[in-house]
């Protein structure tokens, strides 16, 4: 399996889990079947969208290739049909978001860095890129961003674009460490979860 279609199965997991996760919060909202598919199209593409535009990408991979927004429409169908057998799932949904998290900043990271983003860009880019379906997300269904909130969310995607932008600079991104890199933020999400980690709050 080479580089690139690596890069695109790990895109396309990652498209597919946050379409998922998107189209659950609005199933709760009660949208109909076009609100959940938009909204999970929104949840899994618009962090790509904004990260192709940083860069310079255009148009965006979610308009150029149709399997980004055809696996995202899917995805959302499914849960849309599929919901009352998902929502006994939660605990699976949280760890494919969390996976989703991992892939996503580090395919988002390295594009930054192909494209030839300074490494401080690049990690703004990678972490906006994991992040920025979420926050579109929640404002599409009122509700504040959770990666603005004390979750435990930006903070690992920005650690793992870091990690994935030094990796690069070392040249030792291959697939093993790359994989490792998404691998960790998985798993210091899901222990973020457990141990109900949060990020400090200001005292009014």
């Not at 799932?89 to 494209?115: N, Q, Y």
């Not at 983003?117 to 979420?134: E, F, K």
Request: proline share 4%.
């Amino acid at each position: 399996m080479t580089g690139s279609y690596s890069l695109l199965v790990a895109d396309l997991i990652g498209v597919a889990v946050f379409a998922a996760s998107g189209a659950s919060a609005a199933v709760v909202k009660r949208l109909d079947l076009f609100g959940v598919a938009f909204v999970g199209f929104v949840a899994a593409l618009g962090g790509g969208i904004l990260r192709d535009l940083v860069i310079g990408a255009v148009p965006p991979l979610a308009f150029s290739d149709w399997r980004y927004a055809i696996t995202a429409v899917l995805a959302s169908i499914a849960v849309f049909w599929l919901h009352p057998q998902l929502s006994r799932l939660r605990r699976s949904v949280l760890l494919l978001d969390a996976a989703g998290l991992g892939l996503f900043t580090v395919t988002g990271t390295l594009k930054a860095v192909d494209a030839g983003v300074p490494p401080v860009g690049a990690c703004l880019v990678g972490m906006l890129t994991a992040i920025g379906g979420g926050l579109a997300r929640d404002l599409l269904t009122g509700e504040i961003p959770v990666v603005l909130q004390r979750d435990i969310y930006a903070v690992v995607a920005l650690g793992g674009a870091v990690a994935v932008t030094v990796l690069s600079w070392l040249d030792v991104a291959d697939v093993v460490t790359l994989v490792a890199a998404a691998v960790g933020m998985t798993a210091v999400r899901m222990l973020a979860l457990l141990r109900r980690w949060s990020a400090p709050v200001a005292v009014p």
